[in-house]
């Protein structure tokens, strides 16, 4: 009998955690197996697929239209990571130093309703407001003289609007994270630094930066991670124009499969983003066990 009770409370862990591993073995290692395995074929959806060999990721190589959509996936990325982490850091030290009153609370709530909301409503409400030319949206935007209906229009802004929506999206996310571990600062550390004759600016340089670094880092890499998979607001907002200056890798990935009917080639494009992802995870496992190991 103590045998059998030793058994099960050994299994009894593992049967918790059944479920999500059949899950993740069904959805994310079969998908993975099947987009490897279909980026050797010449595959439309509707035909049976061909095996092809090497073919799709020669093509790879001479795909001009790939070259671009990398280009305007690391521009995204460029854009929208530093602002994303400035702002969060900036807005989670503020609502930290007026945590418990109602102006905190209510900023804090405000601004993580954008990342509670579906990023296609939102691509969907910012196209009718920038496309829309309402008297108001062109009054505003027209003091610091832009027209609101060539943001989308233009090659040169239609990337730079996506980006601070994406920004403006998802900082409450990384603000929650940062605020989350300002909050965990034990507080003698600035009333030390304040006995010392410390300022605003030094406790938030010399302490507040310093002891963030680990959730900075964290934070940095989501965000990269975050842009480069974006589809759901480029869909919804440009369909990746104008003249595929918005178009990611993703998307890139979703025309070639349903509107250009080759699956294949865009499990082979998918394969190349899951390695950048994965070049991605890689540096951040190395920043962060650093980082550990400092501490």
């Known amino acids: 009998m103590k ?3 030793n058994i099960l409370s050994v299994l009894s862990p593992y049967a918790y955690i059944t479920p999500i591993s059949l899950i993740l073995l069904t959805f994310v290692a079969g998908s993975l197996i099947i987009a490897v395995c279909f980026s050797f074929t010449k ?9 092809n060999g090497l073919f799709n990721y020669e093509k790879l190589f001479r795909d001009n239209k790939l070259r671009l959509c990398i280009m305007n996936t690391i521009k995204i990325t460029v854009i929208a990571v530093p602002l994303q982490i400035l702002t969060s850091t ?3 030290a503020l609502i930290a130093a007026r945590n418990n009153t109602f102006l905190g609370k209510f900023a804090k709530a405000a601004l993580f309703i954008p990342v509670l909301s579906s990023s296609a ?7 009718a407001i920038l496309n829309g030319g309402h008297p ?4 505003l935007f027209g003091l610091v003289g832009i027209d609101p209906t060539m943001l989308l229009g233009s090659s040169t802004t239609a990337i730079v609007t996506l980006s601070m929506l994406i920004v403006w999206k998802s900082m409450g996310y990384y603000m929650i994270i940062t605020l989350s571990s300002l909050m965990s600062i034990p507080d003698n550390y600035y009333e030390a630094a304040r006995v010392d004759g410390a300022n605003s600016w030094n406790l938030f340089s010399r302490i507040t930066i310093p002891l963030l670094k680990p959730t900075l880092i964290l934070n940095t890499f989501l965000a990269i991670i975050s842009s480069m998979q974006v589809f759901d607001i480029v869909y919804t907002m440009t369909g990746g124009g104008p003249s595929m200056s918005t178009t990611t890798m993703v998307m890139y990935a979703y025309q070639l499969t349903f509107k250009s ?3 294949g080639y865009a499990m082979t494009v998918s394969n190349v983003l899951m390695l950048m992802v994965l070049v991605v995870v890689l540096f951040q496992q190395r920043f962060m066990k650093r980082e550990a190991s400092e501490i």
């Open 3 to 5: 045998k059998k009770k």
């Open 43 to 51: 595959y439309n959806i509707i035909t049976p697929a061909k095996f």
């Open 90 to 92: 900036v807005l989670a």
């Open 121 to 127: 409503v939102i691509g969907t409400i910012w196209k």
């Open 136 to 139: 108001a949206v062109k009054f």
């Open 261 to 263: 009917g080759k699956a």
